[in-house]
């Protein structure tokens, strides 16, 4: 059975040669789909978390609202559907792959501008439905871009499209974070709440989708065909048929076939693959990012609680952020291609945990300019080292038969328990301070380095 599994280059392969893939048309593809899949989740997360503290919302509200996210962990059930169902006109004129893109690039577009219009100070609600059609569209988004790179590609381009998608993801990133604060605080003639900024930020965020649903326009649909795929529809053909056989009603036997083929087929096939090592091997991705995630929900309010004003955080993220976050993912990709998976994973959940320790550091000095300068750029590196090889790792385990429904089912394992735990995050600040969350948040991520060390020994990468 095919899998995915990226090349590894000989030893006398040199860093120049390494680097060269990046010319390649496909891979500049996959970092403009990056830029569109990275705008939305700040926008709902913690661009949001400042937008809401500033209105005046608390910090256990903010930590509850932040489950909206959650719609990213639950993307697995209806990736089935995405992976195999078609869009009447759409898909005849763009392909299946492109037109789920297009349709759940402007759903997102409509909602972020639907955001813009909102004011939670009056209208929670409303607030918060359009921010649930941002998560759920972008989370749509993400099955496709994910299905398109893995068939886009063999195997020897998929750690150079991991690692420039990652680098247009964390841009994006910076763009939903630093980029929507510094537009905010511009339009901004004082530090107190405005809706007015907030909004011309959205507005201008909503705009930068357009760089997603052009990219749709330019690529090209991937054309994968296999003798698996097409052993594939032959037995869902089969079990229809046998199914008719005992007067189960036509429509309803193909159906039953189809969800055989689309959700059972995907599942068993992983575990089937890794056997007794499956189980470890989704306790590794259920937890990879745990000590980011519940971190990362209480960063911006914890800047406005500090003191810092949008201006100081957007422009310490915007010079600095941007340089290690492109010096991250870079080298993450390159590492990738000289060394173990399982290393560079580990080297990306070491760094989170070190910076989220350094987080505790500023909240216990308070107010210092530099320490932030140092605490951002740290963020940025260490997560696009982590994202990179978690990216590069999943896609791995991916059978590329079932890319959209395997894919979307590690990644989302990869929020569910860290989204749920962050929502809590803001009851823990009101009870034992930042300088305890931190320095928690830090010692949560130490058991997930256990795990890869384990996981390294028992499993050949």
Request: aromatic share 14%.
């Amino acid at each position: 059975m095919t899998t995915t599994n990226t090349a590894r280059p000989s030893d006398t392969t040199t860093w120049l040669q390494s680097c060269k893939i990046y010319l390649e048309k496909r891979v500049a593809i996959l970092f403009f789909l990056g830029f569109s899949a990275g705008l939305p989740i700040l926008l709902v997360f913690s661009t949001l978390s400042f937008w809401l503290r500033e209105a005046g919302v608390s910090r256990a509200s903010i930590g509850f609202f932040s489950w909206i996210a959650l719609a990213y962990a639950f993307k697995w059930i209806w990736s089935p559907f995405v992976d195999r169902l078609s869009i009447p006109l759409l898909t005849q004129w763009l392909g299946r792959r492109r037109s789920w893109l297009l349709a759940s690039q402007v759903a997102i577009t409509l909602a972020i501008i639907g955001m813009a219009m909102s004011d939670p100070k009056q209208n929670l609600t409303l607030f918060a439905i359009c921010a649930l059609i941002v998560a759920y569209s972008s989370a749509t988004q993400d099955i496709v871009i994910d299905a398109f790179r893995i068939e886009s590609a063999p195997e020897k381009y998929q750690a150079a499209m991991a690692d420039a998608y990652m680098t247009g993801y964390r841009l994006a990133m910076i763009m939903a974070g630093a980029g929507s604060l510094a537009i905010a605080a511009w339009f901004s003639d004082s530090e107190a709440y405005q809706l007015s900024a907030w909004s011309i930020s959205y507005f201008v965020m909503a705009a930068c989708m357009g760089v997603g649903i052009i990219t749709t326009f330019i690529a090209k649909e991937p054309n994968y065909q296999s003798e698996h795929h097409q052993l594939l529809q032959q037995q869902q053909q089969e079990l229809s048929s046998r199914l008719s056989t005992y007067k189960v009603p036509t429509i309803l036997a193909r159906f039953m076939a189809w969800l055989d083929i689309a959700i059972i087929a995907p599942f068993s096939d992983f575990f089937s693959r890794y056997g007794k090592h499956a189980l470890l091997i989704l306790l590794l991705i259920g937890t990879y990012r745990i000590s980011d995630i519940v971190m990362g929900i209480m960063a911006n309010p914890f800047y406005v609680d500090m003191g810092y004003t949008k201006g100081e955080v957007a422009a310490i993220s915007k010079v600095f952020g941007v340089i290690m976050t492109l010096l991250g993912a870079g080298l993450g990709g390159i590492l990738l291609t000289r060394y173990s998976t399982y290393s560079i994973l580990f080297l990306g959940a070491f760094l989170v945990v070190v910076t989220n320790l350094i987080f505790a550091v500023l909240a216990f000095v308070g107010k210092d300019l530099t320490l932030l300068t140092l605490i951002i750029s740290m963020d940025n590196i260490s997560a696009g080292i982590a994202t990179t090889a978690f990216i590069t790792y999943i896609s791995k385990l991916t059978n590329i038969e079932f890319s959209a429904t395997q894919y979307a089912l590690f990644s989302s394992m990869m929020l569910l328990f860290p989204k749920f735990i962050a929502g809590f995050s803001g009851v823990y600040v009101d009870s034992f301070g930042y300088v305890n969350f931190f320095v928690a948040s830090a010692l949560i991520g130490v058991p997930v380095l256990g795990l890869i060390v384990i996981l390294k020994q028992i499993i050949k990468d």
